[in-house]
């Protein structure tokens, strides 16, 4: 059973910096499609950030954290992080992780967008982030 499991939410003041971790349970991330999704009370769901878990780590960032997010892998350690700098009140959301084979491009093209899947086959349950101003 594939099990994603988020980690790292919090409350931290605007300015500050908070860094989530997806662990995958009878899944393996190598070779896959990973993203990390937020959702604002009241908002549909919206891609931040991707990363194709292949050798070349190919990511992807929705313009609202570009700059901001990092996404990055660890193979050894089956998780998927992402490292969010420069936190602002407008990034508060509960933030999930997702995963799919391959291809990526169709997830990376989308990211910034709201609404629908994304033709993710695994989620987890999600982490709360709240930026306080």
């Known amino acids: 059973q594939v099990q994603l499991v988020e980690s790292g939410g919090g409350s931290v003041p605007a300015g500050g910096s908070l860094r989530l971790s997806c662990a995958a349970s009878?899944?393996?991330?190598?070779?896959?499609?990973v993203g990390w999704f937020r959702q604002a009370p009241g908002q549909e769901r919206e891609g931040v950030a991707a990363?194709?878990?292949?050798?070349?780590?190919?990511?992807g960032y929705a313009d609202s954290v570009k700059g901001r997010f990092t996404i990055s892998q660890d193979n050894a350690k089956n998780t998927v992080s992402l490292q969010m700098n420069s936190l602002k009140p407008e990034d508060t959301a509960m933030y999930y992780c997702?995963?799919?084979?391959?291809?990526?491009?169709?997830?990376?093209?989308?990211?910034?967008?709201?609404?629908?899947?994304?033709?993710?086959?695994?989620w987890g349950k999600g982490t709360m982030v709240t930026i306080s101003s």
């Open positions: 997702a995963a799919r084979s391959p291809p990526c491009p169709t997830l990376f093209n989308r990211l910034g967008s709201y609404g629908g899947d994304y033709g993710m086959s695994y």
């Open positions: 990363i194709y878990t292949n050798g070349d780590s190919s990511t």
């Open positions: 009878g899944y393996t991330f190598n070779r896959q499609c």
